[in-house]
């Protein structure tokens, strides 16, 4: 008897926490949900208010920064590839 109340214990507790691991992850997820949401509207607002040459500096700037970020990628793929071959040899 003592063992059956036992396995019903830890079942019943093994339930609630999964469900409350459940209900975390949808807070979790409504919750970035609506950070995203107002840092798209703040965004917008901020570029709405941009004069066309802030715009056309700010466009400039991210380009010129994807572009740094990918040359950033192939050079630490280009050593990584060239440790690889280090180690073979």
């Known amino acids: 008897m003592f063992s059956s109340s036992n396995m019903v214990n830890s079942v019943l ?3 609630l926490t999964n469900q ?3 209900l975390a992850a ?3 997820q409504r919750a970035l949900a609506r950070v995203n ?3 798209k509207a703040a965004a917008t607002s901020i570029v709405n208010g941009l004069s066309p040459t802030q715009f056309a500096q700010l466009k400039a700037s991210a380009t010129a920064s994807q572009s740094t970020s990918s040359s950033l990628k192939t050079t630490q793929a280009s050593s990584s590839a060239a440790s690889s071959l280090n180690l073979l040899a």
């Open 37 to 39: 949401a107002q840092l």
């Open 20 to 22: 409350s691991a459940g």
């Open 13 to 15: 507790s093994n339930a």
């Open 26 to 28: 949808i807070s979790n």
